[in-house]
């Protein structure tokens, strides 16, 4: 069974993900757009196998030089068999082998994927379930102060649109389908998202390590993800630089009206982020093919 976790970036999905990774029979795939990029790109692109092995590194975050993930090309490419629900769930399987689990257990692969959100055919066209996360947006907008790949969203306007562009991709996900969580009430939630996505009790993993740890070594943000889960995002919203925080109150009480016209922005954003995943896949594939060659000289 598939399941895809969406959420603003910053919002708490990985630590979600360490969670739920632990439970014998899933596996929760290191941060992808690849789900949104098989519904979107061409029938020729679809046909290659290479190409496709080459977007799942491309857009694994963060890509470059390489992207959080134990599979190579080679790995990934051979993967790229039967319909999309069939390769997502390959690649799961793959993954679970590199990080020595039995890939026979594996029941569940779990993408999170919290970029593209708005190119939801793909994802969509799965039998997959999707599970919502959010967080308080005023936790969310300062943590585009921790990262370096927030500071365009330091803005309260353009957080602002970037935050509802968010959930009218939300709303575009079935009612039936979707399972919604708050960030602080994820360990009173837990059990009932687990029911939720089917995950049978059969414990923890015995043996391999988390897709999750790969992942937080890739960056300072995330060394948190994969500790016990504790919130202080009271403490934060209390410490919160009270002028900025008006600001943004009020951007979003003026552009919440916007929300459902904000499909062909978030689109718009999300199509050039596949540009740039298709360059990032033609690194990956040159990188691969360099390698390759240096090999057998």
Not at 78 to 104: E, H
Not at 129 to 136: G, S
Not at 148 to 161: K, L
Not at 217 to 243: C, I, P, V, Y
Request: aromatic share 10%; hydrophobic share 40%; net charge positive.
């Amino acid at each position: 069974m598939l399941a895809f976790i969406l959420s603003q970036p910053r919002s708490g999905s990985t630590v979600l993900s360490a969670m739920l990774d632990k439970r014998k029979g899933v596996v929760c795939m290191p941060e992808s757009s690849f789900p949104q990029v098989l519904g979107a790109i061409s029938k020729k692109e679809r046909a290659d196998k290479r190409w496709l092995a080459g977007l799942y590194r491309g857009s694994t975050f963060p890509p470059c030089p390489d992207p959080p993930t134990p599979l190579t090309i080679a790995d990934a490419e051979a993967c790229m068999d039967g319909k999309d629900d069939d390769i997502l769930f390959s690649l799961g399987k793959a993954i679970a082998v590199k990080l020595g689990k039995d890939p026979r257990d594996v029941r569940h692969v779990i993408w999170k994927t919290t970029r593209t959100i708005g190119l939801h055919k793909g994802p969509l066209a799965t039998m997959g379930t999707f599970v919502v996360l959010r967080r308080d947006m005023h936790n969310v907008f300062d943590s585009q102060f921790r990262v370096a790949f927030g500071i365009r969203n330091r803005n309260p306007w353009r957080y602002a649109i970037f935050a509802h562009s968010y959930e009218n991709a939300f709303s575009r996900i079935p009612k039936s389908r979707r399972f919604e969580l708050d960030y602080e009430s994820i360990p009173r939630e837990f059990e009932s998202l687990i029911q939720f996505l089917g995950v049978e009790d059969r414990g923890e993993w015995e043996t391999g390590i988390s897709s999750i740890d790969l992942v937080a070594k890739s960056g300072s943000w995330l060394k948190q993800a994969t500790e016990t889960f504790r919130s202080t995002d009271d403490q934060k919203r209390a410490s919160l630089d009270h002028h900025l925080i008006t600001q943004l109150d009020f951007a979003l009480k003026v552009s919440g009206p916007l929300v459902p016209a904000l499909g062909p922005l978030r689109r718009y954003f999300d199509m050039r982020s596949l540009g740039h995943i298709r360059n990032d896949a033609a690194f990956q594939l040159n990188k691969w093919s360099a390698l390759q060659e240096r090999n057998h000289a």
